[in-house]
T-cell receptor, first 113, second 107 residues
Framework: DVKVTQSSRYLVKRTGEKVFLECVQD?????MFWYRQDPGLGLRLIYF???????EKGDIPEGYSVSREKKERFSLILESASTNQTSMYLCASSTNGGTGELFFGEGSRLTVL | AQRVTQPEKLLSVFKGAPVELKCNYSYSGSPELFWYVQYSRQRLQLLLRHISRESIKGFTADLNKGETSFHLKKPFAQEEDSAMYYCALSNDYKLSFGAGTTVTVRA
């Protein structure tokens, strides 16, 4: 069964803390994505990567950075967490030779106090 | 710029009644459209793609380029259809999502 795994399901952090969200996929997918999911706003793309060490800004990259040192792993970093970054974060992956389908992780719910 | 609009945040229907979720898009090229579904406590997953023109779990969606719409329909809703539904538009390999519609099917 193909899988996208997000290491932390629930996190509580304080304002100003550095936060790491980790995502691993076991499908050898080239493309990986980070979205945030907010009620009434849907999913908004933060960053994506189409290859190792490559990254592209999505629609809302401010306050975030990413790292992709290995093909299977894509990390989202909040350098200095703020309360408006309280949200559900979804990682996803896809392959270039596929149907365009994104495979999602279960999500990481981050609360910033 | 591409955009996906789902005008209904909430949709409540009775079991056995038809259900239609609206999705409109703006895109300058040839669109590829998807419907994703998220059941309670489950991960977001693909429901159907317009290219495949298939029916999944009784749902169908037709791409109407003239009206720039991709509405999702099911003639007889079931309680297990209660979920959050997202319409999505592909640009290269990125997806832009609508705001989502929460569907509640009442017995």
């Amino acid at each position: 069964d193909v899988k996208v795994t997000q290491s932390s399901r629930y996190l509580v952090k304080r304002t100003g803390e550095k936060v790491f969200l980790e995502c691993v996929q076991d499908m050898d997918h080239e493309n990986m994505f980070w979205y945030r999911q907010d009620p009434g706003l849907g999913l908004r793309l933060i960053y994506f990567s189409y290859d190792v060490k490559m990254k592209e800004k999505g629609d809302i990259p401010e306050g975030y950075s990413v790292s992709r040192e290995k093909k299977e792993r894509f990390s989202l970093i909040l350098e200095s967490a703020s309360t408006n970054q309280t949200s559900m974060y979804l990682c996803a992956s896809s392959t270039n030779g596929g149907t365009g389908e994104l495979f999602f992780g279960e999500g990481s719910r981050l609360t910033v106090l | 710029a591409q955009r996906v609009t789902q005008p209904e945040k909430l949709l409540s229907v009775f079991k056995g009644a038809p259900v239609e979720l609206k999705c409109n898009y703006s895109y300058s090229g040839s669109p590829e459209l998807f419907w994703y579904v998220q059941y309670s406590r489950q991960r977001l997953q693909l429901l159907l793609r317009h290219i495949s023109r298939e029916s999944i779990k009784g749902f169908t969606a037709d791409l109407n380029k003239g009206e720039t719409s991709f509405h999702l329909k099911k003639p007889f809703a079931q309680e297990e259809d209660s979920a959050m539904y997202y319409c999505a538009l592909s640009n290269d390999y990125k997806l832009s999502f609508g705001a989502g519609t929460t569907v509640t099917v009442r017995a």
